[in-house]
């Protein structure tokens, strides 16, 4: 019965939350019990361009490194912040929250070339955090019962954290800078004298991935419309 419950309740977690949050679990333990190795999943260049492992493109994103508390500290945070976005300012636009994944990751991807970056997960986290931060500026936020302070400071408690664990910053700076450019772009140049939004989700994902509008000039049939049972 538990375990029904525990699974209907990760039902009720939004898709893109779920299936990130799956794939980065499926993807450690797979390491774990050396089903794959890390070089196999690693980003780099010479090995996606010359000799086509495309799919580096996507695992790094996805290895957090090995079980322990480094993992499920990186995976507390992949959780809660990307479902809160996605319940919150994403709320019916998947379509709109997975162009994010891929804008994030693209600028990621070619900025993390001029660093020698071989993981980028940990910065999409960080990019996470980093726009529900800006999103949520009233919001207060208690930090593993140590700290309280407002939403906006989180990204960067997080990176001070993470160096205390032996992580480099650059993957965080890496993540904060990317959500910054999303947030700019989305959030802020829009609302400018003259501005308007440049990340527009291509109308493919829309279509796979919203439900349909409904036609405001549509009238339903007669038999559709609420009235008396008829004989």
């Known amino acids: ?41 690693y980003f780099n260049p010479h090995l996606v361009f010359r000799k086509f492992q495309v799919w580096r493109l996507i695992t790094n994103f996805l290895f957090f490194g090995p079980l322990g508390f480094s993992f499920f500290f990186n995976m507390l945070f992949v959780f809660r912040y990307c479902r809160m976005l ?24 070619l900025l993390g070339l001029l660093g020698s970056l071989f993981f980028l997960g940990q910065a999409l986290t960080a990019m996470l955090v980093y726009v529900w931060s800006r999103r949520s500026p009233g919001v207060r936020v208690n930090f593993f019962g140590l700290l309280t302070f407002q939403a906006p400071f989180l990204p960067w408690a997080l990176m001070g954290f993470s160096m205390l664990l032996g992580n480099s910053i650059l993957v965080d700076l890496l993540g904060i800078a990317v959500g910054h450019v999303y947030y700019f772009l989305e959030d802020v140049f829009p609302n400018q004298p003259g501005g308007k939004r440049l990340l527009l989700t291509p109308s493919f994902l829309k279509l796979l991935l919203d439900a349909p509008e409904e036609d405001p000039n549509y009238l339903p049939l007669p038999e559709e419309q609420p009235g008396p049972l008829q004989q």
Do not use: H, I, N
Not at 7 to 16: D, G, H, K, R, Y
Not at 91 to 105: E, I, K, N, P, Q
């Open 1 to 41: 019965m538990a375990w029904q419950g525990l699974a209907t309740e990760f039902l009720q977690v939004p898709a893109v939350t779920r299936t990130y949050t799956v794939a980065c679990v499926l993807t450690t333990a797979a390491v774990q019990l050396e089903f794959l190795s890390p070089f196999q999943l």
């Open 86 to 109: 996605e319940e919150g300012s994403f709320r019916g636009r998947t379509a709109d929250f997975v162009f994010m994944f891929l804008f994030g990751g693209v600028l990621m991807t």
